[in-house]
Nanobody, 116 residues
Framework: QVQLVESGGGLVQPGGSLRLSCAASGFTFSRYSMKWYRQAPGKEREWIATITSAGGSTTYADSVKGRFTISRDNAKNTVYLQMNSLKPEDTAVYYC?????????WGQGTQVTVSS
């Protein structure tokens, strides 16, 4: 079965950096685009980044463009989110998502808290 497991979250000061990982299994990872989303308390889940199957193209939400970088290692079945210049408003639970054969799958999420 499809499994996505996020890791790498934590508490960081404003201006700091974190790298999130999402380890995938149960499907042919290299065939599918991967996405990162986040959900802050009291807000809807929002898309923040996408990477195509071979990693040749990436897109970002305006709120993270220039600060966050999505990447993937198809040999390790893992997608990453490098987050730099973090702000308090980046505080949220971060999720990865894949849609193999039309069905969406989500990980359990990893908490990122940006606070001094």
């Amino acid at each position: 079965q499809v499994q996505l497991v996020e890791s790498g979250g934590g508490l960081v000061q404003p201006g700091g950096s974190l790298r999130l990982s999402c380890a995938a299994s149960g499907f042919t990872f290299s065939r599918y685009s991967m996405k990162w989303y986040r959900q802050a308390p009291g807000k809807e889940r929002e898309w923040i980044a996408t990477i195509t199957s071979a990693g040749g193209s990436t897109t970002y939400a305006d709120s993270v463009k220039g600060r966050f970088t999505i990447s993937r290692d198809n040999a390790k079945n893992t997608v990453y989110l490098q987050m730099n210049s973090l702000k308090p408003e980046d505080t949220a639970v971060y999720y990865c998502k894949v849609v193999p054969q039309g069905l969406p799958y989500w990980g359990q999420g990893t908490q990122v808290t940006v606070s001094s």
